[in-house]
């Protein structure tokens, strides 16, 4: 999920970029776990409560439109709910946990809301800032399948025993690529199906390698290969090296013990700054700026064949002055995961006064017809809700939806949750890895003399 935010932080960015680009060209099963909306009618809105003393609840969230777009659910929702208002609390991504934290100790906590800030739920968690939804559900008879959420994913935000959250949205990891400079390396397209035990790694790195073309003219470099698979701390999971112990995922997110100074995690974080100094197919941050600026992807800008990462790169897919592709994450040495998750839950907060109208506001939520209509007031958040996203591998103009949904199922299959999502203390952990890193992203240390500094630190931050 801060990938995710600081990612759509820059779709703005990469949009205006593309427009500006085409006014010129004019002229895998790895996932761990840390009722029915009354009809419109009148007797149904009374049902729904309407002789009932009227409340309000509070949403609180990005002060974004793929997240602020909830301000056009609430006229109906409030249609069929007399007695419930729904207020929507916003904040920039940058202070949103900084506002709620001021919020829940002002005596004002929002009702509802997702981690869509630094913090994660594990963090929130182990702040004993969520209620316990099992209660509310059993007594409401709330059934996952009746809203086509998956089990899997539910479990997520279960922890011994107890839900805390229930999905709303997922984002996946998957591969976009560029067709143009495929058709141009003549090579052929990268395949959707996550079984296709051919796309491997090394595969993905030889056609990399074809498609890459470093030249003093800066406009004429091109690479082939952009490989952001999950948050830094996470991404030795891909080669099958486990950073955290496994206890993390069934306690709340504390680990007993961490391995970044492991020989496998090293090798495993060897293997990815070797695309950038080793194969060189891979650019330096530096470059990266220079050609899509500050906050610009140079994917966008037609610079790069392939890119791995979230799936909120598709938002602006249809947009991209190049055709497209989706494709799977090859295989990397992790026969269960492939794919990062970042699944939204939607949380009531442990001080929320309200908390049986704030959960008729999620079902609402979570209803087939709501999340796809969802999908287009937000510009392309993806649903949760299996047969909505049905309407989801449609939304994009010239990619294949079989591809898509070959993509998103086989995805969710071999995926985990992302790490900050997971573990407590993450923004922290963040930050510190960002700092350390930089040094191996520049080419100034290797990755042998920061990881020692880097498994001191981790242990640092999870004694606090």
Known sequence: MLMMNKKRGRLISLWAFVLLI???????????????????????????????????????????PDRTFI??????????HPNIKVKVEKAPYEQFDSKLQTLIAGGNSPDVTSHYGYGGFAEYYNKDMLMDLTEIMKEEGFNSSDYSI???????????????????????????YNKDMFDAAELPYPPSDYEDKSWTFEKMVDNAKQMTVVSKDIAKTQYGLDFFWSERDMRPLYFGAQPYSEDTWTNGGVPSETYFDSPEVISAYQTLFDLIFKHQVSPTSEWSKSVAGQNGDPFVAGKIGMSVGGSWNLAGANDFPFKIGVAAVPWGGNDKV?????????????DSKHPKETFEWIKYLLTDEVQEKSI???????PVNTKAAEAYYKHFEGIDPEDVKKVYEGATKCGFESFNHLITHYS???????????????????????????????????KR
Not at 376 to 382: A, I, K, T
Request: glycine fraction near 10%; aromatic fraction near 6%; proline fraction near 5%.
């Open 22 to 64: 085409s006014v010129v060209m004019a002229g895998c099963g790895g996932d761990k776990s840390a009722g029915d909306i009354v009809s419109g009618d009148q007797e149904g809105a009374k049902n729904a409560g309407g002789d009932k003393e009227q409340v309000t609840i509070t949403h609180y969230t990005i002060d974004s």
């Open 150 to 176: 998956p089990d899997n994913l539910m479990n997520i935000y279960n922890v011994n025993g107890k839900t805390y959250g229930i999905p709303a949205n997922i984002y996946v990891t998957l591969l976009l």
């Open 71 to 80: 301000e056009q659910l609430i006229p109906e929702f409030e249609k069929k």
């Open 428 to 462: 922290q952990i963040n930050d510190m890895f960002i700092n350390e890193m930089q040094p191996i992203e520049t080419g100034h240390k290797t990755v042998e003399e920061v990881m020692p500094t880097i498994q001191k630190k981790v242990t640092e931050i999870l």
């Open 338 to 350: 492939r794919s990062t998750l970042y699944v939204d839950p939607l949380f009531i907060l442990k």
């Open 376 to 382: 287009e007031l937000s510009g392309g958040n993806p």
